[in-house]
């Protein structure tokens, strides 16, 4: 795989990852549905923000550091 196409993947994990977190942060917050189903709802946020924490976190660490060796050479 060549770095670009790692690069491509990387940035849109990046982005999952935010969109994700954010999804979680507006059911726990506005979503009526949500507030109904009672603590299925509260798992069902706290799991968004923890997928989207996880996809996009671990990532930007190995981007930055594909980045860094990209630009010394």
Do not use: Q
């Amino acid at each position: 795989m060549t770095d670009d196409k790692l690069i491509l993947i990387l940035k849109s994990c990046v982005i999952i990852g935010i969109c994700l977190i954010m999804l979680g942060v507006y059911f726990h917050n506005f979503s009526d549905m949500i507030e109904a189903m009672g603590v299925r709802g509260i798992m069902v946020s706290a799991m968004c923000v923890a997928f989207g924490m996880a996809l996009s976190l671990p990532t930007k660490m190995y981007l930055t550091f594909i980045l860094v060796k990209r630009e010394t050479e």
